[in-house]
């Protein structure tokens, strides 16, 4: 509990504000520089004052089906180590992004989701919950690279990067989607061998739930990755449009999936992203508009509903948890 309290004083009062002026610092020179930057402040005000504050609403809305699509992947990935309803399963998600936030790349949403598994359960899940979370990750490496492709011609004309570093990534990016795509759809027998090699570990239980993963419900869960990421990139689009950054639907998916990639790639924390994230959409984003205050609220936006607004939530939902395991703790 003292940790706990001690982390978060030290996130509010020292690692936030800094973070939060790092990234103010690093988005603000690329703004003020636009072009014709008054008007893009107007264009906002009279979007907020016009039915296009329908597009915030349906954003906002669209985040509850993002981590309820995630709650569902994952009460199918533990079902077979313990039943979850959906709404805990839910819950479970909600207050494991409150956990992501000080982790590198967002690993501590796995201690948040275990915490509502009964004590028994609770390890068994972790290697189902990584494979799970393995399924989103090969969703945004696959377009990703595929998006990199497409936009070849225009990152090398734009000088982004070199025609010998363009090649060597796409190249080093189709091997490991290759490889990875092949150990996700063989994770049973990837299990089967690990059991032959190491069949007196005392730790072989932590992965044998991974035998259960069969070839439909890691397809399942593919497809599940597949269509949250439609969701981010509809939550982007309408975004785009609320704050008149005037893109098509493709220019969007293309540009953000790059984005999602290098986020996956580069190591940080969720409230240091928002910077990282806001630098490489300013910079992406400038082949195809000159908009780049409405990047920028795009970016942040995108970043508070999702992420930071969801971790409130879960912050006030691991209260409860605290409370339900004392009361036990006394019985």
Not at 134 to 156: E, R, W, Y
Request: proline share 2%; glycine share 6%; charged share 10%.
């Amino acid at each position: 509990m003292r940790l706990n309290k001690n982390i978060k004083i030290f996130i509010n009062y020292f690692l936030g504000p800094v973070l939060f002026g790092w990234l103010s610092f690093s988005i603000y020179h690329q703004i003020n520089a636009q072009p014709q930057l008054q008007q893009s402040w107007v264009q906002v005000e009279q979007s907020f004052q016009s039915i296009k504050i329908v597009y915030l609403i349906f954003v906002l809305l669209l985040m509850f089906v993002n981590w309820g699509i995630e709650a569902f992947k994952w009460k199918l990935a533990v079902a077979h180590i313990y039943h979850l309803q959906f709404w805990l399963a839910f819950k479970a998600v909600i207050t494991g992004v409150s956990f992501s936030v000080v982790t590198p790349n967002r690993v501590g949403e796995y201690i948040g989701r275990i915490m509502y598994l009964p004590e028994g359960s609770r390890l068994k899940t972790i290697s189902v919950t990584l494979i799970s979370s393995f399924s989103q990750l090969l969703v945004t490496i696959i377009f990703g690279t595929v998006s990199l492709l497409l936009l070849k011609n225009k990152l090398l004309v734009a000088g982004i990067i070199h025609t010998t570093s363009y090649w060597l990534l796409f190249g080093s990016l189709f091997i490991i989607t290759v490889l990875l795509l092949l150990v996700y759809l063989q994770v049973a027998n990837t299990v089967s061998l690990f059991q032959r090699w190491f069949a007196n570990s005392r730790y072989l239980y932590l992965i044998q739930a991974l035998q259960d993963f069969t070839l439909p419900l890691l397809l399942v869960q593919f497809l599940l990755s597949c269509l949250r990421y439609g969701v981010f990139m509809i939550q982007y689009f309408l975004l785009f449009q609320l704050f008149g950054v005037h893109v098509s639907v493709i220019v969007t998916g293309l540009v953000m999936s790059l984005v999602f990639l290098s986020m996956a790639i580069l190591p940080t924390i969720t409230l240091a992203e928002v910077g990282i994230r806001g630098e490489i959409s300013l910079r992406l984003m400038r082949l195809f508009t000159t908009n780049s205050l409405g990047v920028g609220l795009t970016a942040v936006s995108a970043w508070f509903i999702n992420l930071i607004l969801p971790a409130a939530i879960g912050s006030m939902l691991l209260l409860s948890i605290k409370v339900f395991k004392r009361r036990n703790e006394s019985a």
